[in-house]
């Protein structure tokens, strides 16, 4: 998840996710899904700004690519705050599941009766 600074320029915000995008599959990862959120109002104030660009994108990649992204997103000073999470296998299930529109069944818990 990516929040870039809410003054960039929408060509702007598109050439900074074609960067990363980059980033990652010039180290050896691929983008599994991109989602450019857009606008968004942000929980507390950064830097006097209330809102934010938000981008977030799934990827896999060598855990050695994670440290180098990082150094790249402290380095850019359109980037407001990023936070890299590590999906396990549940997750990565549930986000195809879900971007596919295939609904998940819950069966419900068996009813005890009491005697």
């Known amino acids: 998840m990516l929040i870039f600074t809410p003054v960039l320029a929408e060509e702007d915000y598109k050439a900074a996710q074609q960067k990363y995008s980059d980033f990652i599959t010039n180290a050896g990862g691929n983008i599994v ?3 450019p959120q857009g606008m968004r109002s942000l929980a507390y104030p950064i ?3 209330t809102t934010g660009l938000y981008w977030l994108m799934e990827y896999q990649a060598p ?4 440290q180098k992204l990082e ?3 402290n380095r850019d000073e359109h980037i407001m705050r990023h936070m ?3 999906l396990d ?3 990565v299930d549930y986000n195809a599941r879900r971007r596919s529109g ?3 069944e819950r069966k419900p818990k068996a009813e005890t009766e009491e005697a």
């Open 47 to 49: 830097a006097k700004k």
């Open 89 to 91: 296998k549940y997750a």
């Open 71 to 73: 150094i790249q997103m």
């Open 102 to 104: 295939i609904k998940i």
């Open 84 to 86: 890299i999470t590590r």
């Open 33 to 35: 899904h991109s989602d």
């Open 63 to 66: 855990t050695e690519v994670n």
